[in-house]
């Protein structure tokens, strides 16, 4: 399902930036300054590559994707595939889930399913799991907090970007076409700056980590359910277990 209202985030500060510019009176194309862009742009890029390793960098890329369209929220249908293997465990034994495993996609689930087919105990089980789901969450935030980061220099890319046209100011005092365009990039460039911030980085990092506790919410309910199984719980016993989890 597309995440409709992160677009319509995005579009209502625009237009709320744009649009309050016109109401006011200004003519809006005066925001659209390739100079000034060039500066907060590239020196945010420029300095997110130099702080974030390139791995990082790459898994943040990949989340972005999460915006648009987020991870399954929905726990219910995860409910049932577990209480699903404990059925099948009690009637066909635990090797019975090494064909599932075989076909699983994601990697924490198909440990969990291999170290019950090893029969391996409740307590080992949580324990390996929760250390691959820790290590994911880690991951998982180093690459939302890269937007935060970014967010945290464009401001500051935006005042670069200021000095830099009252320079050129400075420097063409005898030409009024020359002070326009030096003004231009010191305002464009703050504007630049402060509404990538605040509008886009910020919010979307936060929105990234959003989803990131949701999904380690989603995978401490598999880990319960997986150890359950170790456990060897009734299926009855271990639904009303895992339904806890759904809010």
Not at 184 to 213: C, Q, R, S
């Amino acid at each position: 399902m597309i995440d409709t209202q992160t677009l319509l985030g995005l579009l209502i500060g625009v237009i709320a930036v744009v649009g309050g510019m016109w109401l006011e009176g200004g003519d809006p194309t005066a925001l659209a300054h390739r100079g000034a862009f060039l500066i907060v742009a590239g020196g945010t890029l420029a300095a997110i590559l130099l702080q974030t390793p390139g791995q990082v960098s790459l898994r943040a890329l990949r989340m972005l994707v999460w915006l648009i369209r987020p991870p399954r929220r929905d726990a219910r249908p995860l409910v049932a595939r577990v209480v699903g293997w404990n059925r099948l465990v009690h009637r066909d034994g635990r090797l019975a889930l090494e064909r599932l495993a075989d076909a699983e996609n994601d990697s924490l689930t198909r440990n969990g399913l291999l170290m019950l087919v090893d029969g391996c105990s409740e307590s080992a089980v949580r324990s390996a799991l929760e250390t691959q789901l820790s290590v994911r969450e880690d991951e998982q935030l180093r690459a939302a907090r890269v937007f935060e980061s970014a967010g945290g220099y464009a401001p500051t890319i935006g005042i670069l970007g200021a000095v830099l046209g009252l320079i050129q100011v400075m420097g063409n005092l005898d030409d009024p076409q020359g002070l326009g365009a030096g003004i231009a990039v010191a305002f464009v460039a703050t504007v630049y700056g402060l509404a990538a911030a605040n509008l886009v980085l910020l919010p979307l990092a936060n929105k990234l980590k959003y989803h990131v506790e949701r999904d380690v919410k989603r995978q401490e309910l598999l880990i319960d359910g997986l150890t359950g199984i170790a456990a060897n719980k009734g299926s009855r016993e271990l639904e009303y277990q895992l339904n806890g989890h759904i809010e």
